[in-house]
């Protein structure tokens, strides 16, 4: 069976591809901000189908057998249509790439056999992601982010315990209610309320998390009246706190280092205080309500590595898995799991990595290098730690891509992290950021450092750990403020070539450890290509790349590339490449009817 699950509508689309055939459960999976260039899309995933297909050869939708959608919200504007045409009228959200005109005419015009399509719930579709993929046979499942659910695995089955959300049924102890109730103000909402506050958007959350970090040094102000009542059963109201935050102030600044200051610094550690409550208590409840020792958690509230860390720690679970892809990224995945199992799928595959993606071809590298005038030289695991030893920071591309937002060593940017300096280097030559910002280290799962009070295996960067008091100057680029750190630990079945290079720097220095930050310049996606490589290269104070054991670097003929440079170049590819696609995956004739009469209803004058 081949089960291709699809995430269209809203932020984060993607595709994920999963194939029984050969005996074994082959995955992949890609969000559609890799290859389109666009942070966070909300654009049909045409380009994320194409790489699946093309991950396992395939050439068109009627070359697999189910197609599984997530069905964002259970209302829709019109039949068989997530945007609607009135949407399509208005053209542009104003926000990121979200076009709901494009959108809809992909939608409408996308050749597939409605036979095969399965529309999959939302937070349905996040608990398939998380206990499809873990090591358990049975476990209890948590997601938490704008919906709520609590969920029993068992075998190959799925129970739903509690649900609410995005306009679906509503669950309640194993119970679909008569009527459903429709609750948005919960725990995520509130923290992304805030995040607001501190000047973010929707995607805020890890700014707000890591500002929470320096709540020891500013003197606690609360701002915000926390509704102590918001507890009803599995659902967390928040109604009463969002709406008594009239008063809350809002930070319009431009220099993010005045965030470390109150009020903005007692709001974020408000926010992380809150979250942290209200999830150990869902996490009782499920422990409660299923009685398991087994736990897995998926959901945008499952990146916060400060609450995995508590949660571990509380023992309440023996065995806690947290999906890589937690957040919205993760839900083709899940659309697909789901609709495997659901079809009669019986074999498992544990996600003991997130390399998902499917490696570049290193025949295409040479091109990338003569466009840009690069040069390269076949380098060592050895003579890359000795460059990282000397102060050099690399962006490295190997195999595979990472699944989710963390970069796990295939698609990150490395860097010593002993000298004192590296953290602004980093943050302020290559990133662009908040100064304020953490990074991450890796080491090895069998050798982690003793100033390091981490878990044993943290392979997806999602649980936090502490840098012993006394200790913490021996590697202050990966120590939070608070003395946390958000450890990645690496064993060689994992990514065999990466533990070597952390190896090979823990030979030169003693300190088996690497800094690593997600290859990418601010405001722009990680980096999926070589092409993609090379031009961050070529844009930020990168030192050189090492791609497939080369090290690429600039020459006096290399050029100078801006931002907007590369935008507008991206931007003619991208549209060249869709272009492409909808001649290859969509009835042409029915897209540019429809285009036809959307923009003849459009000019049409009202009255």
């Known amino acids: 069976m081949i089960v291709l699950g699809l995430k269209c509508y809203s932020h984060d689309t993607g595709a994920a591809i999963i194939s029984d055939q050969g005996g074994a459960l082959k995955i992949h999976a890609i969000a559609e901000a ?4 666009r942070k966070h899309s909300f654009a049909y995933p045409l380009m994320s189908i ?20 997530d069905r964002h919200m259970e209302t829709w504007p019109e039949k068989g249509s997530q945007f609607g045409y ?8 104003p926000r990121y790439d979200d076009n709901h005109r494009w959108n809809y005419l992909v939608e409408q015009s996308i050749k597939y056999d409605s036979t095969k399509v399965r529309w999959i719930n939302h937070i349905d579709a996040h608990a398939a992601s998380a206990y499809f993929v873990s090591p358990f046979d049975e476990a209890a499942i948590l997601i938490a982010e704008g919906g709520t659910g609590i969920y029993h695995g068992q075998g190959l089955d799925l129970n739903i315990i509690d649900r609410i959300g995005y306009l679906g049924d509503t669950y309640l102890n194993g119970e679909k209610l008569a009527e459903r109730r429709d609750h948005f103000v919960n725990s995520s909402f509130f923290y992304d309320k805030v995040s607001e506050h501190l000047g973010y958007d929707i995607f805020g959350a890890g700014q707000t998390m890591a500002l929470a970090g320096y709540g020891d040094q500013v003197p606690f102000e609360p701002l915000v009246d926390v509704d102590p009542d918001r507890f009803e059963d599995f659902i967390i109201n928040h109604d009463k706190t ?13 220099d993010s280092d005045k965030l470390i200051a109150n009020p903005w610094v007692s709001l974020a550690r408000q926010a992380q205080e809150t979250l942290e409550t209200d999830i150990q208590y869902l996490v009782w409840l499920a422990r409660k309500k299923i009685h398991s020792k087994k736990l897995c958690l998926a959901g945008g509230a499952a990146l916060n590595c400060i609450i995995n860390k508590k949660l571990i720690e509380s023992g309440l679970f023996d065995e806690v898995y947290i999906q890589p892809a937690a957040s919205d990224e993760g839900l083709p995945l899940g659309c697909a799991l789901y609709g495997y199992y659901a079809n009669g799928g019986e074999l498992r595959h544990h996600m003991s990595d997130a390399y998902l993606g499917t490696p570049n071809d290193p025949a295409t590298l040479p091109a990338v290098l003569d466009k840009w005038q690069l040069k390269s030289a076949k380098a060592s695991v050895q003579d890359i730690a000795q460059l990282l030893v000397d102060g050099k920071i690399i962006g490295r591309v190997a195999g595979g891509s990472e699944y989710g937002p963390r970069a796990l060593g295939n698609r990150s940017i490395l860097a010593d992290p002993r000298p004192a300096d590296m953290k602004d280097r980093l943050n302020a030559e290559i990133k662009h950021r908040e100064g304020f910002r953490p990074f991450a280290p890796s080491c090895l799962e069998d050798n982690i450092p003793d100033f390091f009070q981490s878990p044993a295996k943290s392979p997806f960067m999602v649980v936090a750990g502490t840098v012993k008091e006394g200790e913490r100057d021996q590697v202050p680029v990966v120590t939070h403020a608070d003395g946390s750190c958000r450890v990645q630990t690496v ?13 090979a720097f823990g030979n030169l220095t003693g300190c088996a450890v ?15 290509t070589y092409d993609d490589a090379a ?37 003619a590819r991208v549209d060249k490449d869709y272009t492409n696609l909808i001649e290859r995956f969509c009835d042409v004739e029915v897209y540019v009817r429809l285009a036809e009469d959307l923009k003849a209803k459009e000019s049409t004058p009202k009255g």
Request: aromatic content about 6%; some cysteine; charged content about 25%.
């Open 34 to 37: 890799r290859l389109n260039r």
């Open 50 to 69: 194409a790489y699946c297909l093309n991950a396992l050869g395939l050439e068109s939708l009627d070359d697999v057998d189910l197609i599984c959608i």
């Open 86 to 93: 009135e949407n399509a009228l208005k053209r542009h959200h």
């Open 242 to 254: 969002v709406f008594g935050m009239a008063d809350v102030p809002t930070f319009e600044g431009e």
């Open 491 to 503: 064993n060689q079945e994992q990514n065999k070539d990466y533990y070597e290079l952390i190896e």
């Open 514 to 528: 690497l800094t690593n930050t997600s290859f990418n310049d601010r405001d722009e996606p990680i980096v999926e």
């Open 535 to 571: 031009s961050c290269l070529l844009r930020t104070g990168l030192d050189a790349l090492y791609i497939e054991g080369q090290l690429v670097e600039r020459t006096e003929n290399t050029p100078a590339l801006t931002s907007a440079q590369n935008l507008a170049t991206t931007t």
